[in-house]
């Protein structure tokens, strides 16, 4: 059975950095493609970004302050957040797509990700 877990959530006052990690297990391969949804409270899910074997995607929104890098076994992936704002605040997912990889025209629909953590809470105070 396939797991994800994120940790790393926690606050920080706006400006600041705060780095979270994901492991996936349970599989006899790492995924080629995991990344980083989040949602905000009465506000829809959307996408962060995303990383593959050799490729990393980014949302608008995280473009220049987000990095998502993961570590040499490719099962822990790390999203380093910094100069953050008040509206980053939100339950941050980490996904795993368990089969197929990273593409830019999908890596921010979240159906393709077949692997979910429970989430980490980050909150951003002015």
């Known amino acids: 059975q396939v797991q994800v877990a994120e940790s790393g959530g926690g606050s920080v006052q706006a400006g600041g950095s705060r780095r979270l990690s994901c492991t996936v297990s349970?599989?006899?391969?790492?995924?080629?493609?995991m990344g980083w949804f989040r949602q905000a409270a009465g506000k829809e899910r959307e996408a962060v970004a995303s990383?593959?074997?050799?490729?990393?995607y980014y949302a608008d929104a995280v473009k220049g302050r987000f990095i998502v890098s993961r570590d040499a076994t490719a099962e822990t992936v790390y999203l380093q957040m910094n100069n953050l704002k008040p509206e980053d605040t939100g339950m941050y997912y980490c996904v795993a797509r368990t089969s197929g990889y990273c593409y830019s025209n999908d890596f921010d629909v979240a159906g393709i990700y077949n692997a979910w953590g429970q989430g980490t809470q980050v909150d951003v105070s002015p």
């Open positions: 990383i593959g074997a050799f490729t990393t």
């Open positions: 349970g599989l006899r391969y790492p995924p080629d493609c």
